[in-house]
C-alpha cells in the first residue's frame, strides 16, 4: 500500500470535499486490476481519480531497473481520493510535499459524470524539473483549470498527470552493464509506462485512447520529445498528438562517458565501492543512507538521459533528420528570453564570453569565435529588448555587461534553434506544426527576466489564481492588466483545441483579447511564421527568421559540439 500525500490545499483538499458529498455523487471507474472510488469536486463539476499507480513500486530489487506492470487485482472498489508522494528528487519543486521511491502514480482529472461510452479527447501532461525535481501532484500543474476551459468551450477534455523517477533513481549513468535487467534510463521508461496504462484503461473513465495528447514543459516538453523519438521512432500508438513548451525532440544524449568517474565516485561514496556488483549494493541500501548521498550538489543533478541504443535509440538530431520519429501534429514553441534563466552572470568583456563559451559549453576557439560572431554585443534581435543595451557596469550588476549578448545565445543554443528546426522537419514531412513565441511577462518576472523559462505555464494552464506557486514569488497575474487574463483564455483554449481537434483555430478564438480591440489572427500551420502571444496589441503571425546567421550556426553543430 502507497503511502498518501498529507499536503491540504483549500482548493484541493479532496478528503473534505468527499466527506461533504453524498456517496451516489462518487465517481467510479472499472481498470484492468480492479475498480476505483473517485471525488466529486462540486465547486469545478469535475471527478478526481488521484494516486493510481500505473506500476509495481521501485522499491527493494526493484530499484535501479526498468519498471514492472502491476500484477495485483482485486474486488470491490478502492478509494482514489489523495495525491500520492512525489518522486524523490532534489530541488524548491519537492518543497512542500511528500516524497517517496514508491511513486509511480498517476491521476485523472474529468468532467463530472462522464461515462465510459463519451470517450473524450485526453491530455498528458509530463512534468518538467530537470530530470532531478518536480511531480503530477505538483498543484500548480492540477489541470482543473484547463479541464474547465474546455467545458466552458463546449469541447470537453480529461487529462493525466504522472510522476516518474528523478535523479540517480530515474537516471543512473555510468553503472557496469553486466545487468541487463537493469535497463536504464528509467524515468522516460516510467513515463513510457504509464502511456501503456492509459491505453489500457482511460476508456474506463470516459476517455478515447485513440486521442491521447502529451504535453510537458522544458524537460517535460524534452520527455515528450523522447517519447516521439522512442525506440528509433517506433509508433505503439500511445499518441496521436503532442505539445511541447520549451523544448523540442533534439534532446542532449551525448555524454555517458563522461559519467563512470562520477558513478564510481557515487559508489565509493555510499560504501559500494568495493562490490562485485555495485548496483545491487546501491539497491540493498537503506533509502536513508542512498538519498544521504544523492542529496549533496555534487550527485543529486548529476543525472540525465542518455542514449542507450534502445529506447533512446541514437542522436536524436539524427533521427529527425532521418524522418524517425512519430509523425503526428505538434505544438511547439519557446519563451522570447529563456536564456536569463541558464546563462551565466557577471560577464563584462568579449574575452569572458568566449572563455565562458569553451568552458561550460565545451566548444573549441574557432567555434567560440563563430558565435561570437554571430552574437554580437549590440543587436536589436537580442534578448529582452525592453532594456536596451546593458553597458554601464553599475546598472548591469550583477548581470554583467554582456547580459543580453549571453541570454540570446543560450536562448537559441537551448530551445529556439532545435525549436526551429524542428519545426522546419515536420512542414518538409508534410505533418501540422503549429510554432509559437510566448512574449508576456508575469507579475513575478522582474526586468533583467523577461519572458523567461516557465512564464507561459501558468497562462496555458489558466492558473490565474497562482495556486500551487511559492508565497515568495508574486501570483502570476497579479496587478496586470486585463489582456494578461485573456492570454490564458486564449492560450489554453488553443490547447484544448488542439487536443479535441488536432487544429488550435477550431473554436471561437478571434474576439478572445477584446479589451485590446483587435480580433486574433488566425494560427496558420508552420511554413515560415510562428504565432506570437503578447498581452497586448503586438500579438500576431511573425516570420520566423531572427537571429538566422547564429541558429543556422548552432543547427550545424548539434551533433558535434552539443551531443545531442
Known sequence: M?????????????????AAVPHEHCPLAQTRNGTYEGVYSPEYDQDFFLGMPFAQPPVNDLRFRNPQSLNTSWHGSQPAVEYSPACVGYGSSQMGYEISEDCLYLNVIRPAGVGPKQKLPILVWIHGGGFVQGSGVDLRYNMSFIVQQSQQMGQPIMAVTLNYRLSAFGFLQGYDEQDASAGGNWGVRDQRLALHWIQENVDAFGGDPDKVTIWGQSAGAGSVGLQITAYDGRDDGLFRSAIMDSGNPIFYGDMKQNY???????????????????????????????????????????????????????????????????????????????????????????????EALISDEGMNATF???????????????????????????????????????????????????????????????????????????????????????????????NLLGVGYPPVRSPPFQGLSKGYFELATLMSGDWVSFVAHGNPNKWDRAGVMASLQKRVPHWDKYADAVFQYEGNSTLRMRKDDWRQEGIDLINSANKEVYGR
Open 2 to 18: 502507497r503511502p498518501s500525500s498529507s499536503l491540504v490545499t483549500p482548493l484541493f483538499a479532496v478528503a473534505a470535499i468527499a
Open 260 to 354: 563512470e568517474p562520477i558513478y564510481q565516485n557515487f559508489t565509493r561514496q555510499a560504501g559500494c565501492g568495493n562490490s562485485t556488483d555495485g548496483l545491487q549494493c546501491l539497491r540493498d541500501l537503506p533509502f536513508d543512507a542512498l538519498n544521504d548521498v544523492l542529496n549533496t550538489t555534487e550527485f543529486s543533478g548529476a543525472w540525465t538521459p542518455q542514449i542507450d541504443g534502445d529506447i533512446i535509440a541514437r542522436y536524436s538530431s539524427d533521427q529527425v533528420a532521418d524522418g524517425a520519429f512519430v509523425k503526428v501534429p505538434i505544438i511547439d514553441g519557446t519563451n522570447s528570453d529563456e536564456g536569463t534563466s541558464f546563462a551565466p552572470e557577471g560577464l563584462n568583456t568579449t574575452k569572458q564570453f568566449r
Open 368 to 462: 567560440a569565435r563563430a558565435i561570437l560572431n554571430a552574437y554580437p554585443l549590440f543587436s536589436p534581435d537580442n534578448d529582452l529588448a525592453n532594456l536596451g543595451p546593458i553597458d554601464f557596469v553599475p546598472l548591469a550588476y550583477p548581470y554583467g555587461t554582456q547580459w543580453r549578448r549571453t541570454t540570446t545565445y543560450y536562448t537559441d543554443s537551448r530551445f529556439e534553434a532545435n525549436r526551429r528546426l524542428t519545426c522546419q522537419t515536420w512542414t518538409f514531412y508534410g505533418i501540422p506544426a503549429y510554432c509559437y513565441r510566448f512574449n508576456a511577462i508575469p507579475s513575478w518576472a522582474g526586468p533583467y527576466d523577461g519572458a523567461t523559462h516557465f512564464v507561459e505555464v501558468a497562462f496555458a494552464m489558466k
